[in-house]
């Protein structure tokens, strides 16, 4: 059975820091893609970061590239997202997804249950 479990949301002002973890069981962790994506209230899902299986690439959105850092432990079977600078509107609940390397929600397998991040002004 697979199970990804995002941790490490909460709310917090705006500049501050955040790093969210995703813990995968269940799946050949090191044979996946890895990315996160985010959904904020009346808006759709939307990629934000990637990153590759092996020789680890990474893709970022436009609007966290600079601000957001994406990787991966094959070790301890986690992936993490360091949001630095946060702002306002990264509010969002944020999802960690298993799949195919792509920006793409429909090429990721396996979902997270989301971890919910807030930021004031």
């Known amino acids: 059975q697979v199970q990804l479990v995002e941790s490490g949301g909460g709310l917090v002002q705006a500049g501050d820091s955040l790093r969210l973890s995703c813990a995968a069981s269940?799946?050949?962790?090191?044979?996946?893609?890895w990315g996160w994506f985010r959904q904020a209230p009346g808006k759709e899902r939307e990629f934000v970061a990637a990153?590759?299986?092996?020789?680890?690439?990474?893709y970022y959105a436009d609007f966290v590239k600079g601000r957001f850092t994406i990787s991966r432990d094959n070790y301890k079977n986690a992936v993490y997202l360091q949001m630095n600078s946060l702002k306002p509107e990264d509010t969002a609940v944020y999802y960690c997804?298993?799949?195919?390397?792509?920006?793409?929600?429909?090429?990721?397998?396996?979902w997270g249950q989301g971890t919910q991040v807030t930021v004031s002004s």
């Open positions: 269940g799946v050949t962790f090191s044979s996946y893609a």
């Open positions: 990153i590759s299986g092996s020789a680890p690439r990474t």
């Open positions: 997804a298993a799949g195919s390397l792509s920006t793409w929600s429909d090429n990721y397998d396996y």
